[in-house]
């Protein structure tokens, strides 16, 4: 991974204070699966998707819908990162 843009406003506090909100203040680690927890229905993954192409500012493709990219922090991070790779023009984060 290119170490500019993972450096660059640095997606996983974001991600970790937006879901540790919407689930109640509930403190998460890096890997807990959200869905095994049962946090998750389909709405609230409806939401997550918006949350991450409007906060960081990416587009995400039919292929990057997996559910194995929105499991977790750390697997959410993984895939905002993914995303930016050769992009100079990142933006701040909206919170």
């Not at 996983?12 to 927890?37: H, K, N, Q």
């Not at 493709?61 to 050769?86: H, P, Q």
Request: no cysteine; glycine share 6%.
């Amino acid at each position: 991974m290119d170490e500019q843009v993972a450096g660059q406003h640095d997606p996983e506090p974001i991600i970790r204070d937006y879901l540790e909100t919407e689930f109640g203040d509930r403190s998460l680690g890096r890997t807990d699966d959200i869905f095994t927890l049962g946090y998750v229905n389909s709405l609230f993954a409806l939401e997550l998707v918006t949350f991450i192409e409007r906060t960081f500012a990416v587009v995400l493709e039919i292929e990057d819908l997996d559910l194995a990219n929105f499991r977790s922090i750390a697997s959410m991070t993984d895939l905002v990162n993914a995303k930016r790779v050769g992009r100079t023009d990142i933006p701040e984060p909206r919170r």
